[in-house]
């Protein structure tokens, strides 16, 4: 997991099977069918307490949206609009455990 934005109303992480090398030796040792590796981006809305996970076709054009970002190095204000129209998705409550 790697976070990739912080400020006052979103947090956005990227999480990557293959960051964690301790998964592929649990998925060994347990003698699970393999499964195919994943990534995506959770997408935390901290004034509303929701999230959004983005995989599959989402987290491709949201990838896309941060290649642009690097290129173009948007002001906070650009990032936070862009990030607005994701949360609207956002459907899950943050649970802490």
């Not at 069918?33 to 076709?57: A, C, M, T, W």
């Not at 896309?64 to 290129?71: E, G, L, P, T, V």
């Not at 002001?75 to 607005?84: F, I, Q």
């Amino acid at each position: 997991m790697q976070m990739l934005y912080d400020s006052e109303s979103f947090v956005v992480l990227h999480l990557r099977p293959d960051m964690d090398p301790d998964a592929s030796k649990d998925a060994a040792a347990a003698d699970a069918p393999p499964q195919l590796p994943r990534h995506g981006f959770e997408i935390v809305d901290k004034r509303s307490g929701k999230e959004v996970y983005l995989d599959g076709s989402w987290a491709e054009m949201f990838q896309k949206q941060i290649i642009a970002w690097q290129q173009d190095a948007p002001t906070e204000e650009e990032v936070e609009d862009a990030l607005e129209r994701y949360a609207g998705l956002a459907q899950q409550p943050v649970v802490v455990h």
